[in-house]
């Protein structure tokens, strides 16, 4: 199938997406903060990079900026709980901006998610 990277901080969430992922018959790779996950980003090629917003070493924000230089620019779904100063729904609304291809609240419903997942893997164009 396709080949996810999911960057998230709390390890439980990361597992339970990759489970998830894993069931649906994807190639995942996982990552605890930005920083690795751009470095994976910059070792493989995926078709959808999961990434949680607020995360040690580098945060959703630097993410996006380095995955929309991507030639070509590979699909994002964007996962957050908010933070101290901005509620989610503002978090998404800022991403949007950067161009992420969907966001989604946390908590959210893991049949959501794979929909939205299945959804932008189908927009993927073949290389």
Known sequence: MARILV????????????????????????????KEGLQ?????????????VFMPKRDGFEVMTELRRLSPPVRVI????????????EILDMMRVMKANRGLSKPFDFDVLMTAVREELAAVKPT
């Open 40 to 52: 994976l980003v910059w070792l493989h090629k995926y078709d959808l990079v999961i990434t949680d």
């Open 78 to 89: 964007v996962i957050t709980g908010g933070g101290a100063d901005f509620s989610s729904t």
């Open 7 to 34: 960057i998230d901080d709390d390890v439980n969430i990361r597992t339970l997406i990759e489970r998830h992922l894993m069931f649906d018959g994807h190639e995942v790779d996982l990552a605890e903060n930005g």
